[in-house]
């Protein structure tokens, strides 16, 4: 059965980064592109940043473009991402998946999610 576990979240002042982790279990997913998510209150999910099976190719919403890192442990079937910068707008909960060419979540088995909160 394929899990998705997110972590690393928590209250942060605006400026500040955090590193979140996506732990994957129940198959190998080294051949899968990965995604990072959010969903802010009141908000639609949206998409935040994609990385290839082999790691070698990244790419960003462009709210996030240059503050926001993707990276992958394949070893570890695990997927970061490394939040610098943060901005109050930032607050959200944070899922990974697999993510297709449109980028959108391809797993109907989301995780619980990490709370990022960002104080002003």
């Known amino acids: 059965q394929v899990q998705l576990v997110e972590s690393g979240g928590g209250l942060v002042q605006a400026g500040g980064s955090l590193r979140l982790s996506c732990a994957a279990s129940?198959?190998?997913?080294?051949?899968?592109?990965m995604g990072w998510f959010r969903q802010a209150p009141g908000k639609e999910r949206e998409f935040v940043a994609g990385?290839?099976?082999?790691?070698?190719?990244?790419w960003y919403a462009d709210s996030v473009k240059g503050r926001f890192t993707i990276s992958r442990d394949n070893a570890k079937n695990t997927v970061y991402l490394q939040v610098n910068n943060l901005k109050p707008e930032d607050t959200a909960v944070y899922y990974c998946?697999?993510?297709?060419?449109?980028?959108?979540?391809?797993?109907?088995?989301w995780g619980q999610g990490t709370l990022v909160t960002v104080s002003s």
């Open positions: 129940g198959r190998p997913f080294s051949k899968d592109a």
């Open positions: 998946n697999t993510v297709n060419s449109h980028n959108q979540g391809v797993l109907d088995a």
């Open positions: 990385i290839s099976g082999s790691g070698g190719r990244t």
